[in-house]
């Protein structure tokens, strides 16, 4: 039996094609980590761990939203084919 290593790129591009949310996730967290990185400097007197801490939940909650976003468009699309199909019978 051969062993096929599958390449990162194959890999991604697999994930993309199950997923096709995953990608607005992955830019929802660098765009977050980027402001967050930006905004550094004018924190004021918070201290850099709060500040960090503040940051990693918004990141988490960009990605965790935009995936309950894409199982509720998988749902949607489930309905309105069982409605499709119940039609046609």
């Keep these: 039996m051969e062993d096929y290593e599958e390449s990162h790129t194959n890999k991604l591009s697999r994930k993309v094609k199950e997923n096709p949310f995953m990608p607005l996730g992955i830019c929802g967290l660098l765009m977050a980590c980027g402001y967050g990185a ?45 409605n499709d199909q119940s039609k046609i019978n």
């Design 38 to 82: 930006y905004m550094y400097k004018r924190r004021g007197t918070m201290s850099t761990s709060v500040y960090l801490m503040q940051l990693r939940v918004a990141a988490q909650g960009t990605v965790v939203g935009t995936l309950a976003v894409g199982v509720a468009f998988s749902i949607f699309q489930r309905l309105k084919l069982k």
